[in-house]
């Protein structure tokens, strides 16, 4: 009787322990005790976890990537791992997807503090944003010559990154790994699954590499560029007379970063003309938003009075907000960041980088095409009013690539919709390679739309269709 007594007692308790082991599976699990971010200044109470710190990934050279690790906000242990570049080449992920776009929190106005992001993506999966390259953000190295860089070298050290960090949270070494990124990450995502692919094919241990998403991606320049011109005519902002210039004088064919010098004098003058006209007052990343004016916030701050960088709903400052808030030294070493002391102040993108002038005119086409020939889905996005990528150029590169590999359209182009509205338009070839708007964002799809944005990325991690079926009609 007593035995029994005893051994009832021996399985309430371990039922309790698993119970607990389970809620605490990153205690369980071993995950790097030394990186992990007890809270971060003027953060709002979270559930989940955060880890921020570095790997090496070259010793010798002293060369080393900053991280920043969330866990998914519920059942993080079920959840796959989404690795985010920001692009430039040369811009923070961490300044930009993490606290700028999808990461689980904004900057407060004041620069000092935090806000809950209630669209964030770990909503939907763990995610992993990486300072790369080294000198880019926290990144950094002892070598002074790996500053001088380009997508190749990006991309190999982007793999042994991981490779590392995954000895630190050995829990991810099975767990489904989705990439993405915007931007110049149309270089590095497509480069970095490449190598990846590429070395699942040599080794055993393999990275369970399920798919791949970039948002208004640089993929061929020849295409991009010209797309830009007819984004700023098309959308009013420059003239019929500018427009034609442009279209009649301007030889895209072959275009490269450094062709400027073949181009003809009234190609090159009409679009500077062009250049000129956008750049100065217009936020050319979101043509709808207001620009900000970092003097006017100061003077707010100052009168502890913020109610003039609002535009439609969206925080014009929050770049310039976010730049305050990274410099503080105590969020640096909440974040255990900075550890070598470097002589330059934090900035969102890098004044340190010398990269290639050319790996820019590479075409991405190709990369993509072997992604997709080894069974990878793909998902290009793109906010319909960024006129630095937009959409005019990446949706003739998709449909180019579906016709190379001999794709059907497997969802025709329609509208797909949320919440009961228009979210953006898709169109679907071979049933692996999707290319889809969304309605009202632009170059930093999740900044602008950040509801849209999480319900295209939320179906791109769980393999859904966006959803294309219209919402039953309005009654009054």
């Known amino acids: 009787m007593a035995s029994g007594k005893w051994m009832f007692f021996y399985v309430a308790v371990m039922v309790m322990v698993l119970q607990w082991l389970g809620n605490n599976h990153n205690l369980a699990e071993g995950y790097p005790e030394e990186d992990l971010v007890t809270k971060l200044p003027g953060q709002p109470e979270v559930a989940f976890r955060q880890f921020a710190g570095y790997v090496d990934v070259d010793i010798k050279a002293g060369r080393s990537l900053f ?28 300044g930009g997807g993490a606290f700028t776009e999808l990461g689980p929190f904004y900057p407060a106005g004041d620069g000092r503090g935090l806000r809950r992001n209630s669209k964030s993506w770990n909503k939907a999966s763990n995610l992993l944003f990486v300072d790369s390259p080294a000198g880019v953000g926290w990144s950094y190295s002892n070598t002074t010559s790996d500053y001088t860089t380009g997508d190749e070298s990006t991309a190999k050290d982007m793999l042994v990154f991981l490779l590392r960090w995954l000895e630190k949270f050995p829990e991810f070494r099975t767990r489904n790994l989705f990439l993405a990124g915007e931007s110049y990450a149309g270089h590095y995502i497509p480069q970095l699954a490449d190598v990846i692919l590429e070395y699942n094919s040599r080794h055993s241990n393999r990275f369970k590499l399920k798919g791949i998403a970039v948002g208004n991606p640089l993929l061929k320049l020849d295409r991009d560029v010209p797309a830009t011109y007819e984004f700023f005519w098309s959308h009013g902002m420059i003239s019929d007379e500018l427009g034609l210039t442009i279209m009649n004088q301007c030889n895209f064919e072959d275009y490269t970063f450094s062709s400027s010098h073949n181009i003809s004098k009234p190609c090159e003058d009409a679009m500077s003309e062009a250049g000129t006209i956008i750049t100065q007052y217009v936020n050319y990343y979101d043509v709808l938003l207001d620009i900000c004016y970092p003097t006017l916030v100061e003077q707010e701050l100052r009168l502890k009075k913020m109610g003039t960088k609002i535009s439609v709903g969206v925080d014009v400052c929050m770049s ?18 900075n550890r ?50 937009p959409l005019l150029g990446s949706r003739t590169l998709v449909k180019e690539l579906a016709e190379d590999l001999n794709f059907n359209t497997t969802v025709p182009y329609g509208a797909w919709f949320h919440k009961g509205q228009v979210g953006g338009w898709v169109i679907e070839y071979g049933d692996i390679l999707t290319f889809a708007t969304v309605r009202g964002a632009a170059h930093m799809v999740p ?30």
């Open 340 to 389: 070598t002391n470097l002589p330059y102040s934090w900035s969102m993108c890098s004044g340190l980088l010398n990269y290639s002038d050319t790996d820019g005119n590479m075409n991405i086409l190709p990369i993509l095409k072997r992604i997709l020939t080894r069974k990878i889905p793909i998902w290009v996005f793109s906010g319909d009013e960024d006129s630095v990528i």
């Open 320 to 337: 310039y907000e976010e730049q305050l808030y990274l410099s503080l030294p105590e969020v640096q070493q909440a974040l255990h960041a």
């Open 67 to 94: 991280y920043y690790f969330v866990e998914a906000e519920k059942q993080p242990h079920t959840k796959p791992l989404t690795l985010w570049l920001n692009g430039g080449p040369g811009c923070s992920s961490i």
């Open 447 to 476: 900044y602008a739309q950040p509801s849209r944005a999480l319900h295209l990325f939320s179906s791109f991690v769980l393999g859904r269709r966006l959803p294309n079926k219209s919402p039953p009609p309005l009654h009054d």
